[in-house]
């Protein structure tokens, strides 16, 4: 059973930095990617990886985000700086297999399978 654990939620202050981790990320995943969703708004995708290192990321983010993984410990990151109220939401990681498609990073929601709980990230201004 496919267990995705994220951490490194919290509450910061406007142009601090955090980074997220998502242990569980095994080496049989070829896409993954970290979603987030704030509260009366859809889930969105915000960065995402696949195994040859290609990234993609939504145009909110770029600059700011980066989306990365460490094989040996089975865990992707975000690393998120210069933070602003807006990136407040419920951070997600997603992970799946490639079943034979070695396709380009994707940020849609409904190509996951495989989801975890959540780390909570707020930021006040």
């Known amino acids: 059973q496919v267990r995705l654990v994220e951490s490194g939620g919290d509450s910061v202050q406007a142009g601090e930095s955090l980074r997220l981790s998502c242990v569980g990320a095994?080496?049989?995943?070829?896409?993954m990617a970290w979603f987030r969703q704030a509260p009366g708004k859809e889930r969105e995708g915000v960065a995402a990886?696949?195994?040859?290192?290609?990234?993609k990321y939504a145009d909110s983010v770029k600059g700011r985000f980066t989306i990365s993984e460490d094989v040996s410990k089975n865990t992707l990151y975000l690393q998120m700086n210069s933070l602003k109220a807006e990136d407040s939401a419920m951070y997600y990681c997603?992970?799946?297999?490639?079943?034979?498609?070695?396709?380009?990073?994707?940020?849609?929601?409904?190509?996951?399978?495989?989801w975890g709980q959540g780390t909570r990230v707020t930021v006040t201004s």
């Open positions: 990886i696949v195994r040859n290192g290609s990234t």
């Open positions: 997603a992970a799946d297999e490639n079943y034979g498609s070695w396709g380009p990073p994707n940020l849609s929601a409904s190509w996951y399978p495989n």
């Open positions: 095994e080496s049989r995943f070829y896409y």
